[in-house]
């Protein structure tokens, strides 16, 4: 995979992109998250520990989960339906809060 092609694919710059490989990004940043995010995702997806460390994430599951198997199965049906959502580059992607 190119430089080029991580660039397009979350939104960025070749030149972006190259400086965070490079590691001369020196603070976190929302795209720094975005390269990762996107190199995890190209690897086989975010680790288990990943999900379990977002507290938002379980908190929205917290929430709305009955704690059925049932439920569980809708749920991640509608999760995975969403998969679509996050393929476009950043910048088109649709304000989700």
């Known amino acids: 995979m190119t430089q080029e092609q991580v660039a397009k694919a979350v939104g960025a710059s070749q030149s972006q992109v190259s400086r965070i490989l490079g590691a001369k990004a020196l603070r976190r940043s929302r ?7 996107y190199a995890e995702r190209m690897n086989g997806g975010v ?7 977002n507290d938002d994430l379980i908190e929205a599951m917290r929430q709305v989960w009955d704690g ?5 199965k809708a749920l991640s049906s509608v999760i995975r ?17």
């Open 68 to 72: 059925s198997d049932r439920h569980a």
């Open 47 to 53: 680790t288990a520990e990943a999900v379990r460390e």
């Open 31 to 37: 795209l720094l998250e975005e390269v990762c995010l």
């Open 81 to 97: 339906s969403m998969a679509g959502l996050w393929a476009a580059p950043s910048s088109k992607r649709r304000n989700i809060p």
